[in-house]
Nanobody
Framework: QAHLAESGGGLAQPGGSLRLSCQAS????????MAWYRQAPGKEREFVAN???????NYTDSVKGRFIISREYDKHAMNLQMSRLKAEGTAVYHC?????????????WGQGTQVTVAS
């Protein structure tokens, strides 16, 4: 079994910054893609950014130039540095990853961490 846990959410002012982290744990033999998604109140979950082996990254247009996704390969961890936050960034941010567990690949979701952008 494996598990994803997010941390680092909280309250930030518009224009401010927050850093989210996602820690994978369990019987993990490899990690493929890792990603961040978010779900605002009353809306569907949406893609924010992902990072693949070789540090190939992708961002949704609304966060390009403001968010940076990164991985710590030795720690099975992923981070999202969020800068110049906007009120529309208020959402629960979820970690997503493809994990090699017990010889097979599975996709996992974290429980999410709340990010609130307000003055």
């Amino acid at each position: 079994q494996a598990h994803l846990a997010e941390s680092g959410g909280g309250l930030a002012q518009p224009g401010g910054s927050l850093r989210l982290s996602c820690q994978a744990s369990g019987n993990i033999f490899g990690i493929g893609i890792m990603a961040w998604y978010r779900q605002a109140p009353g809306k569907e979950r949406e893609f924010v950014a992902n990072i693949k082996s070789g540090n190939i990254v992708n961002y949704t247009d609304s966060v390009k130039g403001r968010f940076i996704i990164s991985r710590e390969y030795d720690k099975h961890a992923m981070n999202l540095q969020m800068s110049r936050l906007k009120a529309e960034g208020t959402a629960v941010y979820h970690c997503f990853a493809g994990l090699l567990v017990g010889g097979s690949w599975y996709y996992y979701w974290g429980q999410g961490t709340q990010v609130t952008v307000a003055s």
